[in-house]
């Protein structure tokens, strides 16, 4: 799983790197949980593109997760508020084993 972040307040482009995150090098448990998160999410039946927050609204992080498992490949899109429960559950794992620079 790879997870790009764009945007926010006070955004500096090209100093956000992605978490990438294999399930081969988690710890097993870690690993299970990252495989359940996409199952329960149904990631690779979401849209490519989630729903964009109303205009005018600026400053919010934009994220892509994309997530490799044998033949398929997906990516998503979307913008903070993150209104889908297992999408934002999925971002959070993810954001938790985010390395410290």
């Known amino acids: 799983m790879q997870v790009q972040t764009e945007g926010g307040i006070a955004a500096i482009p090209g100093l956000t790197r992605p978490i990438v995150l294999d399930s081969d090098t988690l710890p097993p448990q870690e690993a299970q949980e990252m495989r359940q998160l996409v199952t329960t999410a149904r990631f690779f039946d979401l849209p490519a593109q989630q729903p964009l927050p109303q ?12 997530i490799d498992d044998a033949d398929k ?17 999925l971002l959070a794992f993810a954001l938790r084993h985010k390395a410290s620079p």
């Open 55 to 66: 205009r005018g609204a600026a400053d919010y992080r934009r994220y892509t997760i994309t």
């Open 73 to 89: 490949h997906h990516s998503v899109q979307f913008t903070e508020p993150v209104t889908d429960a297992h999408l934002r559950d």
